[in-house]
């Protein structure tokens, strides 16, 4: 079955926005509402959208690796933030900051394992979902 | 059966040498223990391991687990030196050393845990090693079935033990044996304590009415009935009795159940050993006798029992390794263990008979063997006993006369008179085959000549059971007493015993065996519940799934508003704007739709609108995180629906209708029912303070002004990694379902 002009014309713009989008909620989530769990989701359904319009091999190929891969790969970065906390001697997930170059009125650029950890979490929300979206469209 | 190794590699090939050099190592190094413990000393090594918990990886080396130590590591050394020749040929010869060494290294752990739950630990492990163990022939059914059954009588028991265990900790303090002290006879708890402690131990070391396993667990290879089924595992729960006495000996009960149980085990097994017609099942019933009256002389508790008790453990190791490692080689020279077939064999197997009769006299209690040292303290124990001597001492007198019968048929018979034909022409064992039956004969002997040498372990084992040190004096012969006299009356009833013994087999073997049919009855019947259970509840169908979780919920819920007599008053006020009662109006409508409408596509869609209308609430009500999370959400279970509703059957709308109204009923009951929850949670004063915390704390220490994401990817980010490892495994076992789903239907 083939999907109509409109949808895979607007998907090309659609999904590339959607991506960005994921991840610039994914970036604000500290302060403002969003994180790792929406812009995963947010993530999936760009790729879904894909799927739809131009079939889930094209998806799969869009994604490049295997969505479960994904999900795996975003458990262990997510368990390796964690981790990263027992290098300076703190328990196991505990914030680590870094402020790069901090200026007379703003803290710096920071840089957290915090950040590294909700990348996992957008891996894992992103990598499941697909997983079982794709898998349940090919199913049928 | 024996697969001899006449091909094979020396010693088994590295996985042979492994496992012979490691326990021969450890049986070295424990030694030099003995001076520092025979002088009365306790050593105690002590590592943290669970430190939140109390569970300590502790050392406690007194006479007690000293003397298990050096017998499991001694014995150890001697039947893996016979494994490897016994089974170095087999195809799974590695696996086997695997299993044992796992094995040896429980019940190390087990004899040598200071701590409970690691004792613990260390007795599942040696139930599990030895359930692996009985059914190494897995091919076999009747070796699975006798393993299973092992298994689940001593695991059973084993879950018994624990819950004891935890009283035990919870009404001392500790769960660190150096540490329990005096006497808990008069505490509440020491009654379920008791029965607890002891049904792992009855189970554990196969006291009546467990005793159905051990006989089965034959099935295993020869050396491992030597070294599992008699003279270590089984011992576990004499060990833990003999541990728990200072602790919880003393009392009527203790007394009554241990001395009745025990004697009443060793009678009736001494019994049954005379039935059989298989030399090694003889000797699998004699252990079961051994056993008995390790737990009837715990039970007496007078110094002179302890005695003998410990006097007994060591003889009984000694000889009844030594013979099953005897009957291996017969079987392996022979072919056959029928003991109305085998005859003559001393002139074909002359050292073989050399170890069996040796142990023998062990066995039967004859001087100046060790096992008649033995014997003499038991009957002087059991004379001496303040309450239940009668039955304490008919009670191992007739086990004692059934036992030298029993030596009769295993030991004297076969090698004895004409040679009689076997299915293979008899012939000696290997060299690595009698050096651990020969070796662990001649002990018997020579410890029966100079006993001083066994003090040296009794004396320690003594007084680490009975809780104060005791003298302990062995000897073969002071003068003329009640126990010498008995032993002579043991002597001539025994030898009356084994000239009838084949009349008495005959008699014997008419009445049926009750327990182990009882067995199999019982498995069917437990078989045969799971699966009316699994009919009733796992229907396949989802709907009714969430139908019995949903009732489940409701009930739950009711009962407690019921409970509780919940009477909320819901206060209203003027919070209400339009806006929100908009919101309700379009939920309700949702609702409705999708309680009525006909058609699927329709309620899939009304559904949406209730959870847009929900995400409403949460955008009015300051969430904006969960809103975008439920609005996310929302879409991607319309993509997930819309996919699946290709696949689903055709609605049958009589069957909807029916079942409809049940499925709204318990819609209103559960919705109502939470309304009235949660308004009676607004009533109550809401604690601000987490809430508060979070608001100050989120910028300061965590640099985030997004207080529901700081809490999910700092503050709480464990619990965050163990929700996304369950988000992980729910897509990957929906994935493989789906697969699976794929690959059937094609």
Redesign the interface.
């Known amino acids: 079955m083939k999907s109509s002009l409109i949808v895979r014309a607007a998907t090309r713009l659609l999904v590339g926005l959607l991506l960005m989008f994921s991840i610039w909620m994914l970036l604000r989530g500290h302060n403002e509402p969003g994180g790792g769990f929406i812009g995963g989701l947010i993530a999936a359904t760009g790729f879904i959208l894909y799927a739809i319009a131009h079939g889930c091999r094209a998806a799969r190929e869009a994604l490049r690796l295997e969505p479960q891969t994904i999900a795996m790969v975003g458990l262990g970065v997510a368990l390796a933030a964690g981790a990263f906390a027992a290098i300076p001697g703190d328990a196991l997930f505990t914030g680590q900051w870094l402020f790069l170059w901090p200026g007379p009125d703003t803290k710096g650029i920071p840089i957290s394992n915090i950040l590294v950890f909700d990348i996992g979490v957008y891996l894992v929300v992103m990598g499941s979902v697909l997983t079982l979206v794709l898998a349940l469209e090919e199913e049928v | 059966m024996a697969q001899s190794d006449s091909s094979g590699r020396p010693l088994g090939g590295s996985a042979g040498i492994i496992s012979i050099l490691v326990p021969g190592a450890l049986f070295v190094w424990f030694l030099q223990f003995l001076p520092a413990v025979a002088a009365g000393e306790t050593i105690l090594f002590r590592i943290d391991w669970v430190p939140s918990l109390g569970v300590s990886i502790g050392m406690l080396l007194d006479g007690l687990s000293l003397s298990f130590a050096l017998l499991i590591t001694g014995i150890g050394t001697l039947v893996t030196l016979y494994s490897s020749s016994y089974l170095g040929g087999h195809v799974h010869y590695t696996r086997f050393v695997c299993y044992l060494l796992a094995f040896m290294a429980g019940m190390l752990g087990l004899v040598l845990s200071d701590n409970l739950l690691a004792l613990f630990v260390f007795w599942e492990i040696t139930t599990i090693s030895s359930y692996l163990l009985i059914g190494f022939s897995a091919d076999e059914a009747k070796s699975r079935r006798n393993a299973l059954q092992a298994l689940l009588v001593t695991g059973t028991g084993g879950l018994a033990f624990l819950a004891g265990i935890i009283l035990l900790g919870g009404v001392t303090g500790t769960f660190d044996l150096s540490e329990i002290e005096g006497s808990l006879a008069d505490h509440p708890l020491y009654l379920p304590i008791f029965l607890l402690v002891v049904a792992g131990a009855f189970t554990k070391s196969a006291q009546v009415p467990f005793h159905f396993w051990l006989p089965n667990a034959m099935a295993a290879p020869t050396p491992v009935s030597a070294y599992l089924h008699s003279a270590t595992m089984v011992k576990g729960g004499v060990y833990l009795l003999a541990r728990m006495n200072p602790t919880l000996g003393g009392t009527e009960i203790w007394f009554w159940t241990l001395v009745l149980f025990g004697g009443f085990t060793a009678v009736f097994a001494s019994i049954l050993a005379i039935k059989q017609t298989d030399i090694k099942q003889v000797l699998a019933y004699t252990t079961l006798m051994a056993l008995g009256t390790l737990v009837m002389f715990i039970g007496l508790g007078t110094s002179e029992a302890i005695k003998g008790a410990m006097a007994f453990l060591l003889v009984h190791s000694f000889y009844k390794a030594a013979l099953f490692l005897m009957i291996g080689l017969v079987d392996h020279g022979t072919g056959t263990r029928d003991a109305t077939v085998l005859r003559g064999l001393a002139r074909a197997m002359p050292l073989t008979a050399l170890a069996a009769g040796l142990a023998a006299i062990s066995m039967a209690g004859i001087p100046p063997s060790i096992g008649f040292i033995g014997k003499e303290f038991l009957y002087k124990a059991s004379i001496g006993s303040e309450f239940g001597a009668i039955w304490a001492t008919v009670s191992i007198f007739s086990a004692s006369a059934l036992m030298f019968a029993a030596a009769g048929i295993v030991a004297w018979r076969p090698f004895t008179g004409r040679l009689a034909e076997t299915p293979i022409a008899p012939h000696e064992g290997p060299w690595a085959m009698l050096v651990g039956p020969l070796l662990l004969a001649c002990l018997g002997l020579g410890l029966g000549i100079f006993p001083d040498y066994a003090e040296v372990l009794v004396r320690p084992a003594t007084a680490a059971v009975y809780g104060s040190p005791v003298d302990v004096d062995l000897y073969l012969y002071r003068g003329v007493n009640a126990a010498l006299i008995l032993s002579l009356v043991t002597f001539a009833a025994g030898w009356l015993l084994y000239m009838l013994h084949g009349r008495l087999r005959d008699r014997l073997r008419r009445s049926p065996d009750r327990f182990d049919p009882g067995w199999d009855r019982l498995m069917d019947g437990v078989l045969a519940g799971a699966k009316w259970q699994a009919r009733l509840i796992q229907t396949g169908q989802l709907r009714r799934y969430l139908f019995v979780t949903f009732l489940t919920l409701a009930v739950a819920l009711v009962w407690s508003i019921w409970r509780a007599g919940l009477s909320p008053t819901p206060d209203l006020g003027d919070d209400l704007r339009i806006k929100h009662w908009a919101v309700l109006v379009f939920i309700t409508a949702g609702a409705a739709i999708v309680a009525f409408t006909n058609s699927r596509m329709t309620s899939v869609a009304a559904l949406g609108v209730v959870g847009v209308g929900v995400a409403l609430i949460f955008i009015m009500f300051g969430a904006?995180?969960v809103a975008?999370?439920q609005l996310?959400?929302e879409?991607?279970q319309v993509?997930?629906v819309a996919?699946?509703m290709?696949?689903l059957p055709v609605l049958n709308r009589e069957h909807v209708k029916t079942i409809r109204g049940w499925d709204l009923l318990l819609s209103l009951v559960i919705g109502v029912s939470t309304t009235l929850v949660l308004l009676a949670v607004m009533d109550t004063p809401f604690d601000l303070r987490l809430t508060v915390f979070f608001e100050q704390a989120s910028a300061p220490i965590?640099?985030?002004?997004?207080i529901?994401?700081?809490i999910?990817?700092?503050f709480r980010?464990?619990d965050?990694?163990g929700e996304?490892?369950v988000?992980?495994i729910?897509?990957?076992g929906?994935?493989a379902l789906?697969?699976g789903?794929?690959r059937q239907s094609r």
């Open positions: 904006p995180d975008i999370t996310l959400v879409v991607l993509v997930l996919v699946a290709l696949k965590a640099y985030g002004r997004n529901v994401n700081v999910l990817v700092d980010a464990l965050t990694f996304i490892a988000v992980v729910a897509a990957l929906a994935f789906l697969r789903t794929r």
